[in-house]
C-alpha cells in the first residue's frame, strides 16, 4: 500500500477524498466477526477503523501528525453517509457512527467520487479573465531591436541598454510621447508581479484553476504591504472593521498570561471562560478568516506543505495571506500570535482537562480560519494542517515579504524615470502612445561543476599575475619591500612566480637554502674498540 502527494491543481479536495477512501479499502483489515449469534464474513468493529485510519492520516503527508482521533470518528461518519463503508446489514446514509464495536465492512460498488473535466479552452468561464497590464499593446510597446543583439546583451543595465538603443533610433521615434502611469496600472503592476511570483512558486502552468481572478483585489495586496505597525499588523482605516475592544483586550488577556489580566478580577477557571468568549467570537464571524473565495487557493498550498518543501510552503503561504482584505488579514494576524504565545506558555493552566494546549489551539480554530461555502468532507483535517503550519511559522507567513516590494517598487520607479517629459514632445500621436518597455531580466546559464572549478581557478590565476606584475612596476614600493613581498609571492605561488621570472639566474638569487660546509663531509668514523684488537 503506497500512498503520494496530491501536487496543487484543480479539486484537490476531492483527489485527497478519492485518495483516502482509496488507501482505506486496500490496506484496512477485514476478518470474521460473530455478532447476535451470527457470522459475518470480510467486515470490521469500528473501532479497529478509528485505530486503523487515524494511524494513516497521522502517517500520511497530505494530513500530519495533529489529526485527532476524534477527527478519524467524524471521517468515518463521512464515509458512513457517502457509502464508502455500510453495517453489516447495508444500511448507510446518515452519520450514526461511535468509536464501539459495531460491525462495518465495505460496498461492492465504487465509492470514489468523480472528478469535474475542465472545460475546453474554447468554453472557458463565463466570466472574462481581467486584462493583465502587461497585455496592453500600447504601454509595452518594445522598440524595434534586433533579436540577436536582445540575445547577447545579458546581464546589461537595463536603463543603459535603453539609453543605448534610444542613440540609434530615428529623431522621429524618440519624439514619440508616452503616457505616465496611473494608478489603475500601478495597480495591476502589484496584481501581476505578485501572482506571477505565486505561480512559480506553486509551480503550476496557471493559477486559472486554483484562483478566481475576479477575487484578487490589487488595493488588498497594497494596503497589507504597506500599511503596518511597527510589529508588522496591518493597520485599518476604517476601525469599524477591527476587532472589538472587548475581544482585543481578551486576546491580550491569554497572549500575556499572567502578566496581563487587564482590570477584571480572577478567578478559578477564568482563563477558561476569556478562552470561550475569543473562540466563540471568531465563530460568530459571517466567514472563515481565509474567505470563501480563496478557499481552493489555500487548498492547494496544503500540496507543498511538505517537511523537505518547508521554506516553499512558508512563501507560497505568504503571498497568498496577501490577497485577503486586510480586516481579514488583522483578524488572522492577531488570533496566530494569540495561539503561539498560548500553546509555548508553561505558567498557562490547562485550558481543557483532556486536550493539551498546542493541540487545543489547533482544533478550535481550524474552523473559524479555513472552510468552504459548501460542505466538503475533508474540511476539518484540512484546516487542522493548515492551522498547525500557520501556527508554527507564523511570524514568518504573515510578515510582509520584503523582496517582493522592492521588485515591485523598483520596476514602478523604473518606469515612472522612463517616461518623456510631455513638454519637449513636439510631435506627438495621441491615439497611439508609446510608453517605455518592461526591463528585461536575464539569468545566468548553469554550468557544470567541471566548469565552474575551471573558471574558478583560471580567474584566481590570473588575479595572481595582476598582483604580481603590480609589485614589480609599482614605482612607490621601495626596493627592500619590494624584495621581501616578491619573496613570499615565490613561496605562496611559485608556479606564477616561475612563469613571469623564468630565467635560472633570478631563480638561483632567491633561492636561500642553508648549504653543508665541505670540511664537515671529510670527516671519517672511528673504528670501533674491541678487546680482541
Known sequence: M???????????????????TRLFRAGMPLRKHRQNFRHY??????SAAVDWLHQLLCNNSNFGPDVTRQQTVQLLKKFLKNHVIEDVKGRWGTEDLEDNNVLYRF???????????????????????RPSFKDKEGFFRFRSTRRQE??????VDPALRIQQEGDNQPEEEQQKQRRELTVEDEQEIWRDITLTHLQRILDVPSLDEVLDHRYVNPQ?????????????????DDKTNDLPDWVLSAMRSLANWPKYNGTQQSYPGFERDVFKTVSDYFYSLPQPLLTYELYELFINVLGVLQPQCERVAIEALQLCTLLLPPASRRKLQLLMRMASRISQNVDMPRLHPAIGTRTLMVHTFSG???????????????????????????????????????????????????QVPIDSVSKTDKSDPVCPPLPVYTFCHQISGAEFEQQKLESSQKAMEELLEILVTN????????????KQFQKQYPDIYRQRFPSPDRESKTDNKPKIKPPLLNIRKTKAFSIRN
Open 2 to 20: 503506497s500512498s503520494h502527494v496530491i501536487s496543487p491543481g484543480p479539486y484537490r479536495a476531492t483527489k485527497l477524498w478519492n485518495e483516502v
Open 41 to 46: 464474513a470480510s467486515c470490521f468493529t469500528a
Open 107 to 129: 460496498p461492492s460498488t465504487s465509492p470514489l467520487k468523480p472528478i469535474p473535466c475542465s472545460a475546453p479552452a474554447s468554453e472557458s468561464r463565463s466570466i472574462k479573465k
Open 150 to 155: 536582445k540575445e547577447t546583451q545579458e546581464n
Open 220 to 236: 488588498n495586496i497594497i494596503h497589507n504591504m504597506t500599511n503596518v505597525n511597527k510589529h508588522g499588523v496591518v493597520t485599518l
Open 368 to 418: 473559524c480560519v479555513l472552510g468552504s461555502a459548501e460542505e466538503c468532507d475533508l474540511d476539518e483535517l484540512l484546516a487542522t494542517r493548515l492551522v498547525s503550519f500557520l501556527m508554527d511559522h507564523q511570524q514568518s507567513i504573515l510578515s510582509v515579504p520584503e523582496y517582493l516590494l522592492g521588485a515591485i517598487s523598483d520596476h514602478i520607479q523604473y518606469l515612472r524615470t522612463s
Open 475 to 486: 614605482q612607490n614600493i621601495s626596493e627592500k619591500d619590494r624584495r621581501k613581498k616578491l
